[in-house]
């Protein structure tokens, strides 16, 4: 109703009047909350299982790294609750500062930042760990959202709305890509899909796309390393078996192989893998890999399928129901970051995917993605709390 | 509401298309489970599970009274890894010092060894068997990158007793000759399996409820060696080959009646638990793996061959050459010395080379062939130990015209020392030839019998009526006429035979001898035979002196072990014989005389003329047998030649003590016995004249060992 008013005011679509709409009562999207709390848990058990490994090598249990894990969630969850609670409207303010402060935060880290695995991807703030680049990847999400609700009169103009939407998505993400450059071309996507939905011009944005197969292709064939390394990713699908590597990422994808195929139906077991002594980090970029051997076929379905479950929650009720075009640009940004990591960690793990360093939202271990996963779940729920129609669509 | 529609509308593309991916991941799952998962599974296989072995207990070996032969303990072995992360130049120097603390070995022995080994090597042995004291200290160094490891090593108790028979074992536990090689199957048992995990570190590690495949531990053998009669006979061996000064020495004992080995022993010997301390000629087993031309104890199968086909009659007088030389087929035959006329028992008693082959070439070729075969010559025994030969027996159509003859004593053929005892065990067994063995049974970790051989016969070589006519032929072998004098044993009887083969160096017979014996006893119910081999004697190449002692030395020990076989008493002996002394009968009446002598019933011729006797022969106490002719002079018994008051000294010479004694005291007079046994000297002499109660002194002399038994066996004869 709220687009379809009759004079069609601007504010009305930005949705600056959230009095329109009676929200008192209604409570957040309670199966969303249900998922997270199940890929919490499936998730702690996975990585007690395979983070024995890593304990070994730094001197720790794996019990107290799982305590600690459970303890990032705690606080992941209490961030959600929070956030569920302050009206998007009120974020959306302050969208501008925090993209600027990510990107302070993204040069600090470059500067300043902890070496891990041979890139610097996070600082170190009075002993605890944080990744400036999910920081960054939130902060634009929502700032790209505002500016594509607040650009909707002159969207598909190049100049006044492509052009400044672009700078702010190119900037972020070329500030990551240097540290990171996985996490960054997901976020180049999700940022696409989000100007698409968000009505930019199709051909603008395919121009984009264009322009970076020509430039990923011209990456690709600059040197012989990545030439080989598209080779090997073209066998890993196509030769499963194949046991001639050309580099040390088709050997990993194919030790995820042997754990997706060791599980079978039902699993090994519960604290039962084997591959997690040949998995690099299985507790992060290979655990959907061990859920596939500790609980087999059943179990990894389960966890996609509650992946399929949010991304239809998020865009079939939350986004459709948003009160305004923010909350469904919201809701749908915030649907793919959580979903897109999801699939992608599952999509590398059984090798549909060349091998990359990103984490499964709620499962892997790893504390700041988990802290900012939380967030957008906190976000959907606000949005779900606030949407426009009534209890219909609300379970519970 | 346009806008809207559309972004509605863009919004669900984008899920389909996202949608997309998840399908994608949810059948690649499906793909990598099912349509390649074995061969992936497989891959997990190979690189994530191991197996490693728990070794099996080599099974132990026993006598036949269940004296542990050969057993196992556990060693520790000790290795280090210099590449090991954190280990040091001076950790390295620390072990190498507590080492050779336990070992006597210079602490420079261990740092060349690891400094020595080829670069990059992570596993350099130090020592294969340390103390546990050893082991325990280098533990509590904690050094990382020392490698201890559990072995077993095999143990033998005796050490060189038995040595040949039982082998040994190499560095794997894996047997290399006698018993521990032909059993090393049944001895080692199965290795068990132990499946572990690896990492990508290659790290091995076990895990709850790993699958495991318990290792089935080795058979232990129980053999029929008597560690009793098995040191006996190696001391008695040893002591012959050194008192010969022979380069090498074979004895074997053998039960006839069941082909049980009860010994085997070869000198010199060797300490299996450190086998290469001598060289390997030394660990063969010569009982079983040599062979040679027996010679004379090969005579055997002529004698068989020719009683049995009726070839030769015992009375026949075979007529040797002065010389003790003849000419056959122009080849020349020698017996060891010129032996004049024999008949068939003297032939194979005294050896006479002539005179076999005489009596072998009236055989037909075949016939011997036959006999020859059937007595084992020229096949194995098929004894259960490793690396038996056959011999050699040439075939009738091999021969050429002297093959018999030479054959017949033991030459032109091949045996080996297990067939010769297998052949003498056979003639002791009364015809049936037994098959020699060692292991009687197998027994599994409980002490339950999962095998057992038992004995088993090959054939009888001849009837028993053959055998029976010629044990006393072999008999007389071990007399003082046959032989093997040397060889007897004092109240047994003993039968076998003396071989003495020149030996061929180069296709040519030398100077060096072979000296055997073989023989078993007791004579007439054979409970052991045994062979004697002695090579290269430098005291004397006859059999019987050099073999026939070491027999002799052997068998009177067992006899005195085994209750079974008696050896007679000495006084039964002389109550068993016929023994008779003549009476004095000097100075008796002619007719008392005859009354005397009749009574004991020995005949007797008088010469001269007169009432009374005066001189006899034999003399008073002498030792008389049945057909001893007693000589009586008569004549007038003058008894004034004697003056009143005195008496007449006997001639006590030759008398024994107690003989002399009652003699002197009937006449009153008394005895000084200086010694004792025969009297071969006295004071006053024979003839004086001395009044009753002076006194008369002897001297005694114990007559010689030898001297008795050669007696006894002429007695015997």
Redesign the interface.
Known sequence: MI??SSNSDINS?LGTSPNEVETKGRKSDRVLLVSVIFLMMFGSLAVYSSIA?FAQGHGTSAGSLVTGHIFKLGIAFFVMLIVSKIDYANLAKFSRFAVLISWLLLIAVMVYGDMVFGAKRSLSIGGFSFQPSSFAAVALIIHLSVLISEK?DYIKDFKRSFLPIMIWVSITCLLIALEDFSSAALLMAISL?LM????MSVLQISAIVFIGLIGGTALIMSTEQRQSRVVQYVNQITD??N?NFESAAGYQA?QA??A??????FGVGVGKS??R??LPAPYNDFIFAII?EEYG?MG??AV??V??LI??RG??FI??NARD?LG?LLA?GAT?MI??YG??N??VA???FPVTGLPMPFISYGGTSMLFAGIMIGLLMNISKNSRNSKEFYIG | MKERTSIMARMFILMGLILLVPFAILVQIFRVNVIEGDGLRDLWNSQAIDYISIPAQRGQIYDVNGSLLATNSVVYKIAVDPLFPGITRDNLKTIATVLSRHTNRPTSYYTNRISNAPSHSRYIVLERSITVQAYEDIRELGIRGVILEEDYRRNYNFESLSAHVLGYVNHNIEGMTGLESRYNEKLKGNAGQQQVRRDRANRIFSYVGAPRKTPQQGLSLHTTLNSYIQAITEEELEKGVRNNNAKQGTAIVMDPRTGAIKAMANYPTFNPNFPASIDAENRRNFAVSDMMEPGSTFKLVTAIAAVEQGVVDFDEVFETPESGTMQIHGQWMRDHNPLGDLNFREVIAKSSNIGTSEIAMRLDPDAYYQYARNMGFGTQTNIDLPNEIGGRLQRPYEWSGVTLPWMSIGYEVQTTPIQMLQAYGAFANGGLMMKPYLVSHLTDQYGKIVEENKPSSVRRIAKKETIDRLLPVFKSVVTDSGTAGWAAVDGMEIAGKTGTAQKLVNGRYSSSYRASFAGFFPADDPKYVMLILLDEPKTSYYGGFTAGAVFKEIATRIAGLDSDVKRSDPTERIAAMEHKIAPRLTGLSKDNAGVLLSKQNTSFRTTGKGSHVVQQVPEPGEKITTNTLVTLELGDLNTNDIPEGFVEIPDLRTMNMRQAASLLRNKGLNINMVGSGTIYNQFPLAGELMRPGRTVTVRGKARSMTQISQVTHQLNR
Do not use: E, K, P
């Open positions: 687009y379809t679509i490994y909707q899909f698409f939905v968000g009505r499963i078996n046991t194919q192989h042997i997706v195929a060791q599980g079978q139906l084997t591959q002594d040949f596939a076929m990894s379905f996609i399928l992946y399929v991304l239809f865009f079939a986004a459709r075009l469904t749908v793919l979903t897109l699939f992608v599952a999509a059984v090798g549909l």
